[in-house]
């Protein structure tokens, strides 16, 4: 008899434990699914901000192009400056990734398929990192470029003024042909 009740109370203590592991293996997914949300919406708005910058450099390529003494450079300053302060880097959400690994709770996700593709997700969230380390590699290298074609000052004074147009019309440093290809290059990488 006693076997019998010690036999029963372990197979009730199991199940419990079973019921409890399921509850928080489902708080989990919905936890890794609220972060999904996250990272599409993340993802979306990133995407919507780059294009409006790739279009601003292509108007800024555009103006370089046509760059002659008469040529109204406030508007190349605004560009200049709004592509370089309003490039992006895309941010994403680990927080329930990070809690579960560190918690050796992934062990509850039991369906294989769902645990390969949540890691594989993670996973592939390094070269994002990366991605993000080159974009500040190359926005460093722009900023040079930028500097030697742009006032710096002037440039500083847009990002003071909440990214507004120019008042005057401030010189460029240079005009010359080969410094504004490097500058357009340089910024194409940049983005």
């Known amino acids: 008899m006693l076997f019998l009740a010690v036999t029963l109370g372990f197979f009730v203590e199991n199940q419990r434990e079973h019921y409890i592991e399921g509850k928080r293996e489902k708080v989990y ?8 949300k996250g990272d599409t919406a993340n993802f979306s708005s990133f995407l919507i901000r780059n294009n409006e910058n790739y279009k601003r450099f292509d108007s800024l390529i555009q103006e370089i192009k046509t760059i002659n003494s008469s040529t109204n450079t406030n508007r190349l300053y605004y560009l200049a400056r709004t592509v370089w ?16 690994k560190s918690s050796g709770s992934l062990r509850l996700i039991h369906k294989k398929n769902v ?14 990192d990366l991605q993000n380390e080159l974009l500040i590699e190359r926005q460093t290298l722009y900023a040079v470029e930028l500097g030697e074609i742009f006032d710096s000052w002037t440039i500083d004074s847009i990002f003071n003024t909440d990214f507004s147009l120019p008042q005057s019309t401030p010189p460029l440093i240079t005009t010359n042909r080969q410094q504004l290809n490097k500058y ?5 990488r940049s983005l």
């Open 184 to 188: 357009v290059a340089s910024g194409k």
């Open 29 to 36: 997914l919905e936890g890794i699914l609220q972060d999904l």
């Open 115 to 128: 645990l390969d593709s949540i890691s594989r997700y993670f996973e592939s969230l390094q070269w994002m």
């Open 85 to 100: 302060g309003k490039t992006e880097r895309l941010q994403y959400i680990r927080r329930t990734y990070d809690q579960l």
